[in-house]
């Protein structure tokens, strides 16, 4: 799976699980997030109105630390009607929405958040 490009936060909301939030991101490319968020646990603010970089790739970074605020890793559990699900070592959950490029259940994926300031 490969997706890359500046999505908008357009919703924070909380969860029922203490320090996790839920972000709601769109692209002018038509694609939708959704990802629960560790906010407290990673240290990272993003907020409603952000602007965030984010990369989906079946490779890892080997800058990660450098070139990514976030860096997680997960597997695609999910594909179906345009919509991916991901599962993130640690429990979180991401849903791309309207992905409609090449993926399949079992990838190995690797997510970086980078909050453009």
Same mark, same amino acid.
């Given at each position: !799976?490969?997706?890359? +490009?500046?999505?908008?936060?357009?919703?924070? %909301?909380?969860?029922?699980?203490? +320090? &996790?939030?839920?972000? =709601?991101?769109? *692209?002018e490319?038509?694609? *939708?997030? $959704?990802?629960?968020?560790?906010?407290? $646990?990673?240290?990272?603010? &993003? %907020?409603?109105?952000?602007?965030?970089?984010?990369? &989906? *790739?079946? =490779? %890892?970074?080997?800058?990660?630390?450098s070139?990514?605020?976030?860096? !997680?890793?997960? /597997? /695609?559990?999910?594909?179906?009607?345009?919509?991916? %699900?991901i *599962?993130? +070592?640690? +429990?979180?959950? !991401?849903?791309?929405?309207?992905?409609?490029?090449?993926?399949? /259940?079992? =990838?190995?994926?690797?997510?970086?958040?980078?909050?453009?300031?």
């Open positions: !799976m490969q997706l890359s +490009g500046d999505f908008k936060v357009m919703d924070v %909301k909380g969860t029922d699980y203490r +320090g &996790i939030v839920r972000l =709601e991101m769109s *692209s490319s038509g694609v *939708s997030l $959704a990802l629960e968020y560790p906010r407290n $646990a990673v240290g990272v603010d &993003i %907020k409603q109105g952000d602007n965030v970089r984010v990369s &989906i *790739s079946n =490779e %890892k970074d080997p800058n990660y630390s070139n990514w605020d976030v860096y !997680m890793n997960g /597997v /695609v559990y999910y594909v179906g009607g345009n919509n991916v %699900k *599962s993130i +070592g640690g +429990g979180l959950l !991401m849903d791309v929405n309207n992905f409609k490029n090449d993926v399949k /259940v079992g =990838e190995k994926v690797y997510i970086g958040l980078k909050v453009l300031r």
